[in-house]
């Protein structure tokens, strides 16, 4: 499959691991990984940076394959899940540094059509996210309100 904005195939990324059962030598239960979930979420911490954090720090392969539940999940239930999808949310961060360089380097061309391909990434996923009802029908990717969507 070809990549968005370029005529590249590219390589597929990172593969989960193999197997779909609970490692042998892992010594979480499901409880005390929803714990750990909702600790570092409480700390402010993104789903994937979650997981990062559990793989490289506990050694937990996988969240969903010993609490039968993704992080998102899990932060869902405990009332931590940003209003804003993450995938969203770093898209806005990303078009915000863009502009800033935009203002004090106003004929950089490279940098202009990199904002127009970004906002288009964030237009798609805001209609895909309100006809999968994540976020409000009225909601609405404002360029000046963007900061406001980050905090």
Request: hydrophobic share 35%; charged share 40%; glycine share 2%.
């Given at each position: 499959m070809a990549r968005m904005h370029s005529r590249d195939k590219g390589k597929s990324g990172s593969t989960k691991p193999s197997g779909k059962k609970v490692p042998s030598w892992m010594g979480y239960k499901s409880k005390e990984v929803?714990?750990?979930v909702g600790k570092l979420g409480k700390e402010g911490k993104t789903s994937?940076?979650?997981?990062?954090?559990?793989?490289d720090n506990y050694g937990i392969?996988?969240?969903?394959?010993?609490?039968?539940?993704?992080i998102t999940?899990?932060?869902?239930?405990?009332?931590?899940?940003h209003e804003i999808p993450e995938?969203?949310?770093?898209?806005?961060?990303?078009?915000?540094?863009?502009?800033?360089?935009?203002?004090?380097?106003?004929?950089?061309?490279?940098?202009?059509?990199?904002?127009q391909l970004t906002e288009s990434k964030i237009?798609?996923?805001?209609?895909?996210?309100?006809q999968s009802k994540k976020l409000p029908a009225d909601w609405k990717y404002d360029f000046r309100k963007a900061t406001m969507y980050v905090e």
């Open positions: 929803e714990l750990l994937s940076q979650i997981g990062i954090f559990l793989r392969p996988d969240v969903k394959l010993v609490s039968s539940k993704k999940q899990i932060l869902k239930e405990k009332k931590l899940l995938d969203l949310r770093s898209l806005i961060k990303k078009s915000i540094v863009i502009r800033k360089h935009l203002e004090e380097n106003h004929k950089d061309e490279p940098a202009k059509r990199g904002l237009k798609r996923l805001v209609k895909y996210y309100i």
